[in-house]
Structure formats: structure tokens, C-alpha cells
């Protein structure tokens, strides 16, 4: 069976994919933009709306029963996002809206509040906007420094000039992807945090791509912070997760102040509450993190490491069918990647090969993917056409991709 192993049912997996049964523009839709949003199963969708149906109340307030027991699901959900990271505990789990508020979080709370002016902040050439703009804003507004990290023409992190900015023991924080949304490389994040801590620094990895595709271990990464989505973990929009060590936690300063991460309020003078509390400000996501509960315990259900290994399959035979397309410019080479391809086709743009291949029922991405610097270091400051997996992808769409860039080709040509 097409993507199938013994441990990996594919074709019962998108069973459970509504949306992929139903027509796309005439024809069976092909999902390849995974890396933006990925698709919902049923148990996801079941369980937000019986939660709406007939198990909706706001948390952590109300004294009837209902609440109480909308309270233990919220906290429930919390438990298995801790697990799903092996967080040393639930505490350490801190509820977003996205991944962005989740760096934006850090870049105010830790940023602002424990670093100090004239410190310095590492990204990379291939980070999100989200891990980018984030620490512009704290250098213009903070005065910390903000130093870039080189990729390498193969798009992997260079190590050699890491070492060379955290030589002078003045950065408090790196910050950098886990898996690149864009040339799917995954970075060495166990040595990094080993470099990074050993200059006396603090370490955050934007997890929103690889926590999708890989086994996660905020332990055994050593990560100060990890953050990552619902929506690209087959689970809602609305929700994001961030995991910081409780020892963090207590000296960081709130980032929203309003109900619910206080302790006592009076009119001229406030304190807060505990943390993950107190970086919870107003009413959470309370659905949101029902559907959160649902997606972890589906793909835990298939097991992370039987994922892992089907999309390993699948990268293997994209590189090898999509190397093989004449004109086609893969951009990002590294030994250690995940599912995610940016390309150009030499007779198009990429917004010209992303419509006609939509007419062909196939759905990828097209232009600079939020990292509009990474696009100007690989040279493609016009954009790329982006071809992202989930767990539901198989060879055959693959092919099919191919196939369709083959004709594409001929036809802008």
C-alpha cells in the first residue's frame, strides 16, 4: 500500500482526514502546504465541538460544576503538552495563542526583564519572521545587540561562526529553529544548547516545524525555551505552546496584565500569580487547548517515531523524483532534513507554478515563506514555490507533483 509500513497505515490515517476525501476544483485534492497549516482528523474536530455542545464553561473561575470540570480538561491538556515535550512538569508549560506570541513572550519578558542593555541575542540567516523581528524590536527598544548566525550554501547552521559570537560571553540568548520552514533542515539543537550554555547563555528553539515531525525532548535538548502550534500539529488554530524552565519562569516579568494571572489587585498596586499564570492574562484559549488535548493524543496514537520514519521515506523519494525534473532548483541540501522543499522552476515565477499546479488540484505555497531574509542569502529574493508533508502525504502525490512540474515547465516555456 502506497506509504505504508507495518507500524503506519496510510490509507486508514487519511480516513481520518475529512477534508481529503472531498473534491478539490474538480479533482482529489493534494495538501502539500502542511508547513503552513496542516489538515484536521475527526478526533480533533469531535472533540472541540462536544466540548462546545456540552462541555463549555470558562476555567479557573466558576464554583459550579461545570466549570470545575472545564477547568480539568483545560489543565488536562497542559499535562499532555508536557508529556509530549517530557517537560519536567505541567508548570512549565506556558498556553499562547502561536508560536509568535510565544517568542514574542520571551522577547518581552525575558528579554526586557532579565537581560540586561548591551547583551546579545543570536538568530540565524534562516529563522521565521516570528524568531527575527521579535529581537530588531528588542534591540530598538532595549539597546541588546542582535547578532546573526551564517547558514552554509548546503543551508545548515554554521557551527564555526556560532562559536565565534558566543566567544565573548556577552550573548544572553540564542534563538533559532529547530527545523527550517523553508529548507527543512533540522538543526543540531542538543550541540547548539551545549554551546550556548556553555557561554553563559540561554537557549530557545522555535520548535513549530520540527515538533510536528520528531520525537521532542526539551530534557534531553537541554532547551531554556521551546515553543511551538496547534494548527501545524493537525490541531486548531488559536493555540501555541511555550515551555520555559520554571526557574525562568519566576524572574520574568509578565508580558499582559489583566484577569487571571493575579494575585491581588487594587487600585494603585498588583501581584501576580504563579506562574504559567501569570503569562495567561484574560480568558485562554479554553476550546482551543480541547482540540490541542485531541491532536497530541492522535499522533501519539501513530506513534512519533513511525511518523518520523514515514516522512524520512517520503523525503527520500521527493529528493530523488523532484531531482529529476529538469529546470527545478532545490534550495537547501542538508544531511539532517524534514519534509519541507522550496523550489523554483527556470521558465516561471513561483506564484505563476503555484497557480497552474492549484489548477491541478495540488496545494503548495508560494513566495518568501516569512523569511524574506533566508530568500535574499539563497538568492531567490523573487520567491519559491514550497511543497510541505504531513502525516497523511504519500509517494504517489509526490509523483504526482512531479509530474505536473514537468508539464508546467513545458508550458510557461
Known sequence: MDGATPSFDIARIRADFPILASEYRGKKLVFLDSGA????????????????????????????????AATAAFEASREATARFLN???????????????????????FGRGVLKPGQAVVASEMEHHANLVPWQM??????????????????????GHLAELLADGRVGLVAVTHMSNVLG??????????????????V???????????????????????????????GPTGI???????????????????????????????????????FEAGTPPIIEAIGLHAAIEYVETIGMGAIEAHERALVDHAMATLSRVDGLTIHGRAQDRGGV???????AHAHDVATLLD???????????????????????????RASFGLYTTTTEIDYLAETLVSARKFFA
Open 185 to 202: 533542515t533540522v538543526t543540531p539543537a542538543a550541540q547548539i544548547a551545549r554551546m550556548a550554555h556553555e557561554a553563559a547563555a540561554k
Open 341 to 347: 522543499f522550496a523550489f523554483g522552476l527556470d521558465t
Open 359 to 385: 489548477r491541478a488540484g495540488i496545494a503548495v505555497r508560494s513566495g518568501r515563506h516569512c523569511a524574506e531574509p533566508l530568500h535574499e542569502r539563497l538568492g531567490a529574493e523573487g520567491g519559491t514555490c
Open 37 to 68: 497549516s496542516a489538515q484536521k482528523p475527526r478526533q480533533v474536530i469531535d472533540a472541540m465541538v462536544d466540548c462546545m455542545r456540552s462541555a463549555y464553561a470558562n476555567v479557573h473561575r466558576g464554583a459550579y460544576h461545570l466549570s470545575e
Open 87 to 109: 517537560a519536567p512538569s505541567a508548570q512549565d508549560i506556558i498556553f499562547t495563542s502561536n508560536s509568535t506570541m510565544a517568542m514574542n513572550l520571551v522577547a518581552h519578558s
Open 138 to 159: 528588542l534591540r530598538d527598544a532595549h539597546g541588546t545587540e542582535l547578532r546573526i548566525c551564517r547558514i552554509t550554501d548546503a543551508g545548515e547552521l554554521d557551527l
Open 204 to 234: 530557545l528553539f522555535d520548535g513549530s516545524q520540527a515538533a510536528v515531525h520528531r520525537r521532542v525532548d526539551v530534557q534531553a535538548l537541554d532547551a531554556d525555551f521551546y515553543c511551538f502550534t496547534g494548527h501545524k500539529l493537525y
Open 240 to 278: 501555541g505552546v511555550l515551555y520555559a524552565r520554571a526557574e525562568l519562569q519566576r524572574v520574568m516579568p509578565p508580558f499582559l496584565g489583566g484577569g487571571d494571572m493575579i494575585a491581588t489587585v487594587g487600585l494603585h498596586h498588583s501581584t501576580w500569580a504563579e506562574p504559567p499564570a501569570k
